[in-house]
């Protein structure tokens, strides 16, 4: 076990790493729409902060020495649903013709008071 620590991705919020590689399967902890460079919320919109949230997960998958193809599944946590074709609509873009298991899922409240929340697991 191996974790996988990057400055490209926010810092960890808690007593948790932002990636644990096993074997050849990293698991990605949730990924908040925090700039990494300013430690701050990226702005009050759905797309932008599911973006910045789909940049820091990548970034941490890119620190583990894989890419985007690697990433098999996710699970975007929101606290609107009504806002999921916005999300959605990032998310389809930032994956093209690539496409992970995912689950999406509303929840009353995310760390920070942000939108969006995604994790991931990657396999080389």
Known sequence: MKNIQTEHAPKAVGPYSQGVLVKDTLYVSGQIPFNPETNSLI????????????????????????????????????????????????????????KPARAAVEVRRLPKDVFVEIDAIAVK
Do not use: P, W
């Open 43 to 98: 702005s009050d919109d759905i797309k932008d902060q599911t973006r910045q949230s789909l940049n820091n997960v990548l970034a941490i998958v890119k620190e583990a020495g894989m890419q985007k193809e690697n990433i098999v599944r996710c699970t975007v946590f929101m606290t609107n649903l009504g806002d999921f074709s916005l999300m959605n609509e990032v998310y389809s873009e930032f994956f093209g013709d690539h």
